[in-house]
C-alpha cells in the first residue's frame, strides 16, 4: 500500500539547534516526493521536491530509497521556521498522498 | 505560479443545509483538487475536479454528498451537501498547472456545521 509516515505530531528544538523532520515512504515505483509547509495563518505551499536537489530556506532533503526515506533538515533553526510540514508523494496517476505533518517549534 | 481564490473562507451551518465553496484560479491549470483536512488531521482528497465531465471521486466519498462542478480550467466548486457536525472541517482547493508540477493551494474554507 501507499503511504507517508511523518513519526513525529511534534517536534520542539532551540534556535540555533539542528533540525531533522522525519519522513518514510511505501511505494512500489519510483517516488517523487515533496516537503510543503503552512506557516501560521498562510496556505499550504511547497518548500522543496527530491528532483530539485536545491536548498531552501535552508532546509535540504535527501531520497534514501534503501531506507525509503525523504527526511527534512536544517543544520541551524530559526525562529521563522516554526510551522506544520507535510511530506508528500505522488503517485502514478499524479495525486499526493500526504503524511499526517509534524508541527515544528522552534523556542527562543 | 498560481493564485487561487478559494471563498468563503469560513461559514457556520445549520445542519440539513448545503454550502458551496468556490475555487478561482487567475490562469489555467490543468488539475484541480478538493481536500478535506480535519482538526489536528493530514489532508485527505476528496475528488479530481475534471473540466468539461464528472469529477473523480476517492473512496469514501461521493457525488451525491460533495457535488463538483468545473465549467472550465480556472474555475470549480464545491457543495457540501446535507450537512452534519461531522462535515465540520476545513476544505482545500489545490491546483497544478500541468501534472507532475508544484501544487497550489487556495486559503481553504473553515466549515462548521451546527
Known amino acids: 500500500a501507499q503511504r507517508v509516515t511523518q513519526p513525529e505530531k511534534l517536534l520542539s528544538v532551540f534556535k540555533g539547534a539542528p533540525v531533522e523532520l522525519k519522513c518514510n515512504y511505501s511505494?512500489?515505483?519510483?517516488?517523487?516526493l515533496f516537503w510543503y509547509v503552512q506557516y501560521s495563518r498562510q496556505r499550504l505551499q511547497l518548500l522543496l521536491r527530491h528532483i530539485s536537489r536545491e536548498s531552501i530556506k535552508g532546509f535540504t532533503a535527501d531520497l534514501n530509497k534503501g531506507e525509503t526515506s525523504f527526511h527534512l533538515k536544517k543544520p541551524f533553526a530559526q525562529e521563522e521556521d516554526s510551522a506544520m510540514y507535510y511530506c508528500?508523494?505522488?503517485?502514478?496517476?499524479?495525486?499526493?498522498?500526504w503524511g499526517a505533518g509534524t508541527k515544528l517549534i522552534i523556542k527562543p | 505560479s498560481a493564485v487561487i481564490s478559494q471563498k468563503p473562507s469560513r461559514d457556520i451551518c445549520q445542519r440539513g443545509t448545503s454550502l458551496t465553496i468556490q475555487c478561482q484560479v487567475d490562469s489555467q491549470v490543468t488539475m484541480m483538487f478538493w481536500y478535506r483536512q480535519q482538526p489536528g488531521q493530514s489532508l485527505t482528497l476528496i475528488a479530481t475536479?475534471?473540466?468539461?465531465?464528472?469529477?473523480?471521486?476517492e473512496s469514501g466519498f461521493v457525488i451525491d454528498k460533495f457535488p463538483i462542478s468545473r465549467p472550465n480550467l480556472t474555475f470549480s466548486t464545491l457543495t457540501v451537501s446535507n450537512m452534519s457536525p461531522e462535515d465540520s472541517s476545513i476544505y482545500l482547493c489545490?491546483?497544478?498547472?500541468?501534472?507532475?508540477?508544484?501544487?497550489?493551494f487556495g486559503q481553504g474554507t473553515r466549515l462548521t456545521v451546527v
Open positions: 475536479a475534471n473540466q468539461g465531465s464528472e469529477a473523480t471521486y
Open positions: 511505494y512500489s515505483g519510483s517516488p517523487e
Open positions: 489545490s491546483v497544478e498547472a500541468a501534472m507532475n508540477t508544484e501544487a497550489f
Open positions: 508528500a508523494l505522488k503517485d502514478s496517476n499524479y495525486q499526493l498522498i
